[in-house]
Every structure is written in structure tokens, then in C-alpha cells.
Nanobody, 125 residues
Framework: VQLQASGGGLVQAGGFLKLSCSAS??????????MAWFRQAPGKETEFVSG????????LYTGSVKGRFTVSRDNAKSSMYLLMDNLKPEDSAVYYC?????????????????WGQGTLVTVSS
């Protein structure tokens, strides 16, 4: 399976970005996977940002992004999205999408078996 994250860039604080993650692979069943976004800032550990269940209804967010970020998925397009609003400098990081076969959304990276290459988000103050 190949996960491709895109949509990162440089934005001013208070701005908006939309990240996309597309999945491909002949044997990969996107709709069978829990999907998630993680991020890693320089010198910091990988942090769970948001996850979405197979049905696209159940979602989970880390506290610092609740009310500002919205995760969604389109199983027909094998894609996941992250709408990021009211961005803050502390949101600056490389954002990764990941896939898991767990029954529920888990926040620990070790549960995710497939990872994209990451897209850089930089928020200036």
C-alpha cells in the first residue's frame, strides 16, 4: 500500500489549510482501515492529531486541535482529508497519514502499519 499526503505549506497564524491523503495499492482495501493523521515537530515525538473510523462517522481529535481541525474520508476515492482552521504556530510540523486495521481509533503510532511520507505545515506568527 502507498499513502500519499499532500496539501502542506506556509500559512499565517489564523489561516486555513486542507491536507489530503490518498491511498493506492492493488491489495489495499481503504474502507477496511481506520485512518489517522499524526504530526511531528522538530525535536518532538510523533503526536496523534486525529483519526476517523471506517464508516467515516466516528472521529477522534487530540485536545489541542478540537474545534479547529476536521477529519473526513471518502472511501470511494480512497482518500482522507484534514481541514485545519485557525492555525497556530504550534501546529507547525510534518503531518503524516497512517492506516490501521484495528477495530477502533487508537492514538498510539504503533497500531498503524502503513504510513505516508509526510507533508510540511509551517504556521508563521
Amino acid at each position: 500500500v502507498q499513502l500519499q499526503a499532500s496539501g502542506g505549506g506556509l500559512v499565517q497564524a489564523g489561516g486555513f489549510l486542507k491536507l489530503s491523503c490518498s491511498a493506492s495499492g492493488r491489495t489495499f482495501s481503504f474502507e477496511s482501515h481506520v485512518m489517522a493523521w499524526f504530526r511531528q515537530a522538530p525535536g518532538k515525538e510523533t503526536e496523534f492529531v486525529s483519526g476517523i473510523a471506517r464508516d467515516g462517522i466516528t472521529t477522534l481529535y487530540t485536545g489541542s486541535v478540537k474545534g479547529r481541525f476536521t477529519v473526513s474520508r471518502d472511501n470511494a476515492k480512497s482518500s482522507m482529508y484534514l481541514l485545519m482552521d485557525n492555525l497556530k504556530p504550534e501546529d507547525s510540523a510534518v503531518y503524516y497519514c497512517a492506516a490501521a486495521t484495528t477495530p477502533d481509533i487508537f492514538s498510539r503510532p504503533r497500531y498503524y502499519t502503513s504510513w505516508g511520507q509526510g507533508t510540511l505545515v509551517t504556521v508563521s506568527s
